[in-house]
């Protein structure tokens, strides 16, 4: 006789901190819809199974170099995982499915990151179901089409004078917007991740009220299911479990909680994107100069010793740092954008912080490193106009005007404004707008092709 069938699902995240964290947050997610849940993971930035106790971790040898996983360049790291990872994920997955035959299980599909693009012809050949899911926009996805269309029709390389004309279909993004306008080895990553249709689907992490003619016009050009089931953070809420990779220190919420209301910047540029030591002097002057609060996430690794950096600094710039500022190595993100105190954030766009953001109605200033970047700040400042455009020069007097742009000008209050409407949009969306009917429509289209 049967037993009764569980359904399990397989998640596969790669070792990026802005990665990890959305695929968690998913994992939790369908756990709460009564899925169970496998996660492997690469052996270096791994998850820690003790903060996610219903859910089987694999750490996996992927055969990634020293010299590779510390270099910390996304494309290069993404490239290799896409050769090597092709061998232990089937080996796994052939074993979770003689595993799950055994405990009366089922593996209902395999959910992989989109930039593991290689594991869906694996998924294929074990006769599984494969979903992707892309941590990015989904008009950063978008771009992706653009581009193809582009190499199809003979229109490459795209020139350098090209870059401030707008993209004709992509409005009001221009081509340096282009997360591959020059990078070569992005746009080889590029054409292979849009030539796979993972057999479910696409899980967005994102809001339709947000982007809704890209979703439509993905679902459009690319023919498979979406569900932008997003902001992902947001839905996970109830688990506050941490899968940060640096330890957050929490001391900057008791200093925050010392601050005027909406009084504080938030600078941080996630956990990829730096600034030199020459640059953060830059900033450190331009914060003390603008005279307002901050609170400023320096990575471990950023400079090679802090004290002694900020020791080299002239008086009343350290003067101001102690006054007006907090300096961590790690925040609570979350929790810092959702504090009252905090008036603005100062970021590099990476989408996890754009959507933190946008959900607790803080506006941000925009300083795009790489990457899909670029296309998040042009969506913040053209599209939601909630981001402040400035001219990304990094020179005391030019941070100083853009801070005191955001935080102390009119331009900047009707910023924080359009933010708290569009924080409301976003919660009716989650509740049981958008993104809720999404979900459900997720859940429903596993369990239809596991009966
Ligand atoms: C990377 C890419 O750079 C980004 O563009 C892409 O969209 C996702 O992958 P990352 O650069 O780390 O991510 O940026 P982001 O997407 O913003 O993710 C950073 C995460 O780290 C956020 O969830 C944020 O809350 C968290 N964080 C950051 C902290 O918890 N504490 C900090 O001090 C800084």
Known sequence: MMGIQRHRLVLIPPPFQGHLTPMLQLATILHSRGFFITVAHAHFNSPDPSNHPNFC??????????????????????????????????????????????????????????????IDSVARELKLPSIALRTT???????YHAFVQRQTSGCLPFQDSMSLDLVPELEPLRFKDLPMFNSGDMQKQVAKTIAVR?????????????????????HQVYKVSFFPIGPLHMIAEEDSSSSSFVEEDYSCIGWLKNQPRKSVLYVSLGSIASWEEKELTEV??????????????IRPGTISD?????????KHVREAIAEKGCIVKWAPQGEVLAHQGVGGFWSHCGWNSTLESLCEGVPIMCQPHFGDQRVNARLLSH????????SNVMERDEIEGAVRRLMVNPEGKEMRQKALKLKNEI????????????????????????V
Not at 199 to 204: K, N, T
Not at 306 to 314: A, F, G
């Open 284 to 297: 450190a002057w331009g914060l003390a100069n603008s005279k307002q609060r901050f609170l400023w996430v």
């Open 383 to 390: 599209v939601w106009k909630v981001g402040l455009e400035w």
């Open 198 to 218: 993972p057999s479910l689907g696409v899980i967005c992490n994102t809001v339709e009220c947000l982007e809704e003619e890209s979703l439509y016009r993905l």
């Open 306 to 314: 802090v004290s002694e950096w900020l020791q080299s600094l002239p």
């Open 427 to 450: 919660k009716i969306a989650v509740k049981d707008g958008s993104s809720y009917d999404a979900l459900n429509r997720l859940v429903k289209s596993i369990l239809s092709v596991n």
């Open 137 to 143: 926009s989904a008009t950063n996805f978008l771009t």
């Open 57 to 118: 971790f694999l750490p996996l040898f992927y055969g990634l170099s020293d010299t590779q996983i510390s270099s910390k360049n996304v494309v290069d790291i993404t490239a290799t995982l896409n050769k090597k990872c092709v061998s232990p994920i089937k080996e796994v997955l052939v074993d979770q499915i003689e595993k799950a035959n055994i405990n009366h299980e089922k593996i209902a599909c395999v959910i992989y990151d989109g930039l593991m693009y290689s």
